[in-house]
């Protein structure tokens, strides 16, 4: 096959990999993420029109319609917008739009009017400085946005791998890559399409993509109230360490009460612990419990219980009795919900990956 015929299968490829994956996502069979999930096809359904607009070129498609070019350019203005709303949602599922919101309006409309008073055959270098500015104005905004998510998430859960959305962070990177790629070439060399080595790391990305789009685990509990007591502390800013929530009086007695839960009840072994459930059984609130854990024990919450996580599994893989455990068995009775939520967790508390720490304290 010819570069160019190849060219045009990997085109297609991707353009029906694009669609098939978004009308999954927002099908979205694990019920998981709804909002989030609608929104992130959209901008899947947005980013395929890059590669429709190929194939109308290819099968002459586009001489039929003079407005369909057009079109599509225009969808694609939207397409940080709307990858930036899906972040939003994954990051808080009861978000509202609000007046304010409508400042996303105004580089849509900036380039619509600049698309109607250009003439048609112009190559105007104010729409591809308009794309390409508005693309790092949202790539910045999102990932900084995932970034705040990721420090405060070690604060009230105690398992980061389903919900740290780091994934999306690549895709960020991806996304202003193609923006500016696109924008340029078009700027550049008027062509219609890439070539076939960008389109075939592109197909990679969309694979990537996929994996983890349709991997990803419902982000907060199911459990309303517990549901809102996180989002809501997890959209506060970064407490202030200087500020005392709890008088210092208190901090000794409530780290004795802590400690003594621990040990008696061991609410670690709960694959599915998060500061709100440990605030009822401490029957204080969520600041008052964070303080305690982050300022008596200058550790956060995802510290805190899977320190007692890992030296549970300690003691089960040393347990003769427990030899018949697979490293999956061992990680569900210690509290861990996945192999690989253990396997991370473990090797950053002591080094070593559950059976490396097997291997070296049995000389097995």
């Not at 929104?39 to 319609?65: C, K, Q």
């Amino acid at each position: 096959m010819n570069p160019t015929g190849l060219n045009n299968l990997v085109i297609v490829l991707l353009c029906g990999s694009l669609f098939m994956l978004a009308f999954i996502v927002i099908a979205n069979p694990g019920k998981v993420n709804r909002k989030a999930n609608r929104w992130f096809g959209a901008f899947l359904l947005v980013w395929a029109t890059f590669w429709l607009e190929e194939i109308a070129a290819i099968t002459g498609f586009g001489v039929l319609n003079n407005y369909f070019t057009e079109t599509i350019h225009y969808l694609q203005i939207f397409l940080c917008f709307f990858y930036y709303l899906a972040v939003s949602f994954y990051i808080n599922p009861e978000y509202r739009f609000r007046w304010s919101d409508t400042k996303h309006l105004v580089i849509p409309a900036a380039y619509l009017l600049l698309r109607l008073i250009q003439k048609p055959d112009s190559n105007n270098v104010l729409l591809v400085v308009l794309v390409i500015s508005q693309s790092i104005l949202y790539t910045t905004i999102t990932f900084l946005k995932i970034r705040r998510h990721q420090k405060k998430i070690g604060l009230f859960s105690s398992n980061k791998n389903e919900i740290d959305l780091r994934w999306l962070e690549y895709i960020i990177a991806m996304l202003l890559g193609s923006s500016i790629l696109f924008a340029a070439y078009s700027l550049l060399y008027n062509a219609s399409a890439p070539n076939l080595y960008i389109n075939s790391a592109q197909l990679v990305a969309v694979l990537f993509v996929g994996y983890f789009a349709l991997k990803q685990k419902e982000i907060y509990p199911l459990d309303q109230k517990q549901r809102v007591e996180l989002i809501a502390f997890n959209e506060e800013p970064v407490p202030d360490p200087k500020r005392k929530i709890v008088p210092d009086e208190e901090i000794n007695s409530l780290k004795t009460r802590l400690l003594a839960l621990m040990e008696e009840q061991k609410p670690y072994l709960d694959s599915n612990l998060n500061l709100v459930k440990l605030a009822e059984q401490m029957a204080v609130s969520t600041h008052q419990l964070s303080y305690v854990i982050n300022t008596g024990f200058s550790e956060n919450f995802f510290q805190f219980i899977n320190k007692y996580r890992v030296e549970k599994a300690k003691e089960l893989l040393l347990n003769s009795a427990k030899d018949n455990y697979t490293i999956l068995g061992i990680a569900f009775e210690s509290g861990f919900n996945s192999k690989t939520s253990f396997n991370t967790t473990f090797k950053k508390f002591t080094d070593l990956t559950p059976s490396e720490y097997k291997k070296k304290s049995t000389g097995l």
